[in-house]
């Protein structure tokens, strides 16, 4: 438990006081009672259950005014809540690579059915947006809560030529900051891109980009939206997904990374040529690293099923710390009543 403001707990060493002055006000009581002819029948009527029922209710006074000091002292403590989790974004590679069978029966098909069970077991109240990369990358869902959209655009998936990891990652982040001015060509083309109506001049990136200034947050504190890329990981085209990641780090964004492919590789066919693919986890782990979150590998059925089940509790499921205050001092409210109750209650059957 951690406390917002810890200088008021220093009010807690009147408690000892206040024990003293109960003890001397016993005391000074005990000499002005009466005095019988037998002390011996006072202690018998009384009982120890009676000497410390007649204590009772003080102490519950006094850890009632402790418990109150402790809520002045905005105390907080780390507990599991239901996710506020808005927007997901599927990132899904589509490259000729996930043809390869390492995986049962090949990586693609293994990543949608990773994405479907997802979808079918998605954190409540959350959208999902889908991102398919290959040569480049395309927003082929738009964040919804329609399962249908999300299953359709799932099993539409074809294979493409060419792996643009980074590129997905800033189609992703465009995705969930519309209002960010993210510049995908420049992003994309950092040396600047040709257009008919430059005349064959080379347009400078940052004459294009409308990109807004911003504040950078720490990694991994954006807990409304995230990205999960489903890759082998190998980028052969677009820009460095390390620098995307860096973008996703700066606006607080996770991406949890899932490797599909096993580490001795697989091959696939093309035009005739056998082509020997392997699973890059180096790079899909440092993305998952710059922004906080985590890396799974799916080499199997059994990994599959793992790895779904993982996202979906850390999306449902969340631990942060929470400000407990107004419990404390509902728990100090009830013993003040309690000890209120005990005394009026004992006194009226002293008086029958």
């Known amino acids: 438990m951690k406390f917002l403001w810890p200088q008021m707990l220093w009010a807690l060493l009147a408690a ?12 000074r009581r005990k000499k002005n009672a009466v005095r019988y002819s037998s002390l011996d029948l006072v202690r018998a009527a009384i009982g120890p259950g009676e000497r410390i029922r007649r204590h009772l209710p003080p102490a519950l006074l006094l850890l009632s005014l402790c418990g109150m000091i402790v809520a002045l002292a905005r105390p907080t403590a780390l507990v599991t809540l239901p996710s506020q989790q808005q927007t997901i974004i599927l990132a899904i590679d589509v490259s000729l690579s996930m043809g390869a069978t390492d995986v049962d029966p090949n990586r693609l098909t293994a990543a949608q059915i990773a994405a479907r069970s997802f979808v079918d077991e998605r954190p409540p109240n959350a959208r999902i947006g889908i991102v398919a990369f290959g040569g480049n990358a395309s927003l082929v869902q738009p964040p919804t809560e329609d399962k249908d959209k999300l299953l359709q655009a799932i099993d539409r998936f074809e294979l493409q030529r060419g792996t643009a990891t980074g590129s997905a990652l800033y189609v992703s982040l465009a995705t969930l900051f519309p209002d960010a001015g993210i510049n995908i060509e420049s992003l994309t083309f950092p040396g600047g891109f040709y257009t008919p109506s430059s ?39 677009g820009p460095d997904p390390l620098d995307a990641a860096k973008m ?50 799916a080499g199997t059925s059994n990994d599959l099923k793992k790895v779904y089940r993982d996202l979906n509790s850390k ?14 001092t509902m728990a100090a409210a009830l013993m003040v009543l309690l000890a209120l109750g005990l005394s009026l209650w004992w006194s009226s059957r002293n008086l029958r």
């Open 248 to 297: 996703a780090a700066d606006r607080g964004v996770r991406v949890f990374t899932v490797g599909f492919g096993t580490a001795e590789g697989g091959l696939i066919g093309f035009e005739g040529w056998s082509v020997y693919v392997r699973l890059d986890e180096e790079t899909l782990k440092s993305v998952a690293d710059v922004t906080r979150a985590e890396y799974f590998r």
């Open 315 to 328: 999306f449902v499921l969340e631990r942060k710390n929470v400000e407990v205050t107004s419990l404390i």
């Open 16 to 27: 000892p006081l206040l024990v003293a002055g109960y003890v001397l006000w016993l005391r």
């Open 199 to 237: 005349r064959g001049r080379r347009l400078d990136p940052v004459e294009k980009s409308d990109a807004k200034p911003f504040t950078p947050v720490p990694p991994g504190s954006n807990t409304n939206q995230v990205i999960i890329l489903m890759s082998d990981g190998r980028r052969t085209t």
